[in-house]
C-alpha cells in the first residue's frame, strides 16, 4: 500500500524524550525496561535516543508502563496550533505530580495577570 502524499509521518523524538526522562525518574535503566516489554535495550536506546520508530504493540506497552500522554505525539503543531517549545512544555508537565502542577497553574495565572496589567507601549 502507498502512502498517501495527506498522510503525516510522525516524529517520535518526543516521544524517545519522554520515555527517557519517566525511566530515569523511575530509577530503571534501559536493560530494565526491554526486560519489561520483551525488547532488546538497543531498542530502548534508539526509540530513546534517534525517535526510531517502535512497532503500535511497543508504542502502547511504553505509554502505558510510563502513563504518558499520547496527545502531544498525534496532534502536532498544525493540529493544535502548538510550537516545539508548547510540545517540551507538555511533555514536563505530564511527568510532573499534582502539587508541582499546583505550583505551575499559578505560576501561569501569576504571568496571565502581569500581562494583563501591563501599560500598552
Known amino acids: 500500500m502507498r502512502m498517501n502524499q495527506n498522510e503525516r509521518r ?3 523524538h518526543g516521544l524517545g524524550m ?3 526522562q519517566a525511566r530515569e ?4 535503566t534501559q536493560a530494565y525496561v526491554a526486560e519489561l516489554v520483551g525488547k ?16 503500535f504493540n511497543l508504542f502502547f506497552k511504553l505509554v502505558t508502563l510510563f502513563d504518558i500522554s499520547v496527545d502531544q505525539f498525534f496532534y502536532t503543531e498544525g493540529n493544535r496550533g502548538g510550537n516545539s517549545c ?27 495577570k502581569a500581562r494583563e496589567t501591563e501599560v500598552p507601549e
Open 18 to 20: 519522554a520515555l527517557k
Open 40 to 55: 532488546t535495550d538497543r531498542t530502548i536506546m534508539n526509540i530513546e535516543n534517534k525517535g526510531q520508530h517502535p512497532s
Open 10 to 12: 510522525f516524529d517520535f
Open 25 to 28: 525518574e523511575k530509577g530503571w
Open 86 to 112: 508548547r510540545k517540551h512544555i507538555d511533555v514536563l508537565l505530564d511527568s510532573m505530580n499534582e502539587k508541582e502542577l499546583v505550583v505551575m497553574e499559578a505560576t501561569a495565572e501569576g504571568l496571565k
